[in-house]
């Protein structure tokens, strides 16, 4: 069950519109990066973190792990212009292991109950994401009006950590590279190969702090975890 993990952490943070890297913004005085290296820090079965960062927060990135006293960063990587190539900076910097976890530095909520189970759903195929069945009616809209409506039986939010075999997420991030192809998730990369990509159930509190208003829900998953 052991794993490495990848964190993309380098960012612009255009729609949270903070004007700060979103990853430094405190929930209840803690940045919102560290609420998410605490998970694996917590977690027996993390062997490594490797931490994308922009070479410019380098220094305040090296000042915050200290601080926090965050030991499992064992490399911190420059990340690139797109996500895709942040993931691949990252990949590239694990130096060993069998399993790689990449998950978004903005989701501080993973819990690591989720963790070991996708990194068990891994074992089946390579390949396994967390994701929830979505909520809302899903609507396709063509120049401003709805087009079809989408059955929505079918649709699932897919969140991260997304979990692989290592080599199977470096040949497809190649291949990607190789073939110009950028997609929204690391699992499309190896979806479009053909390859099998397992979904785990994940939880809905496991949220993407993305726009301002995430960090109401934010704060309110924090008061609601702290009255456990
Ligand atoms: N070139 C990039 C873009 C994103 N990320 C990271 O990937 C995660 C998910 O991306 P997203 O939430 O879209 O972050 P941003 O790209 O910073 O947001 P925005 O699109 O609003 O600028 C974040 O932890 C972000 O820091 C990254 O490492 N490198
Ligand atoms: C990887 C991801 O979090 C899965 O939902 C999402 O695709 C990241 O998208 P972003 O626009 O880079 O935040």
Redesign the pocket.
């Known amino acids: 069950m052991n794993y490495h993990v990848v ?10 519109n903070a004007g700060i ?3 430094f913004i405190e929930l209840e005085g803690i940045p919102v ?1 560290i609420h998410t290296l605490r998970v694996f820090e917590r977690d027996d079965f993390c062997q490594g973190v490797v931490l ?3 070479d410019q927060e380098r220094d305040q990135f090296v000042r915050m792990l200290r601080c926090f006293e965050i030991k499992k960063v064992n490399a911190l990587v420059s ?9 691949y900076n ?1 990949l590239k910097a694990v130096n060993d292991g069998h399993i790689v976890l990449i998950h ?4 501080p909520f993973v819990t690591i109950k989720k963790i070991h189970e996708l990194v068990h759903a891994t074992k089946e195929t390579g390949a396994a994401v967390l994701a929830v069945p979505v909520k809302d009616t899903m609507k396709q809209v063509v120049d401003g009006h709805i087009e079809k409506t989408v059955d929505r039986s079918s649709l699932w939010a897919v969140q ?1 950590p997304q979990a692989f075999s290592m080599s199977l997420i470096l040949n497809a991030h190649e291949r990607a590279k190789k073939e110009r192809f950028i997609g929204t998730d690391d699992a499309s990369l190896v979806e479009r190969m053909g390859h099998r990509v397992v979904i785990v159930e994940g939880e809905y509190t496991n949220i ?4 301002p208003e995430d960090l109401l829900f934010a704060e309110a998953i924090l008061r609601a975890r702290g009255d456990r």
């Open positions: 964190i993309p952490a380098a960012g612009q943070g255009k729609r949270m890297n979103k990853q990066i994308v960062i922009n990340g690139g212009e797109e996500r895709q190539q942040s993931v990252g978004d530095g903005a989701r991260t993407k702090l993305t726009t």
